[in-house]
């Protein structure tokens, strides 16, 4: 168990928590008509269900740690891992700053789709047609949730003559 997790886990219940609470003094209205309350009370069940999540995964892994006796291969192999880790981090960092640069421009439709298709590459599948097709089934999904079913303002850049 480590305890950086941990405390990294706990910080983001404790936000969530919170951000409920706020949440719920907002008029949520119903599933055909969402107030501005609904999507906030949303994330914040996310946030929380996630991080109890990883405060499980990490108890767990803890408790299987303690389990296993061998020692770890060597210790580059974890240093090699970090870096990789540190790397990908970094390029996700990049992608989502160039996400937020192109969102307005090209607008949000082809921004998700774009982003998502390089983020699943970062994170290191190869295929490119299921690639292709999970990521225009999520990016179909977000407009229908947020532009269509919430209503939420989001940009339609080159594609707002389609669709305007």
Do not use: N
């Amino acid at each position: 168990m480590k305890l950086g997790s941990m405390a990294f886990a706990g910080l983001i219940l404790a936000v969530g928590l919170v951000y409920e609470g706020m949440a719920l003094y907002m008029p949520r209205g119903s599933l055909a008509q969402p107030g501005p309350g609904f999507f906030p009370v949303v994330i914040g069940v996310f946030l929380i269900v996630t991080a109890v999540g990883c405060v499980l995964q990490e108890t767990l892994a803890g408790k299987r740690d303690k389990a296993q006796t061998a020692p770890p291969l060597s210790a580059e192999s974890g240093d090699t891992h970090d870096r990789r880790s540190v790397h990908k981090t970094f390029q996700l960092l990049v992608l989502m700053i160039g996400y937020a640069l192109a969102l307005k421009p090209i607008g949000f439709l082809i921004s998700i789709f774009l982003f998502l298709v390089v983020a699943i590459r970062i994170f290191g599948y190869r295929r490119w047609l299921p690639t292709l097709a999970m990521t225009a089934v999520i990016a179909g999904l977000s407009y229908i949730a947020f532009i269509l079913w919430l209503k939420v303002p989001l940009p339609l850049g080159i594609l707002d003559e389609v669709f305007g």
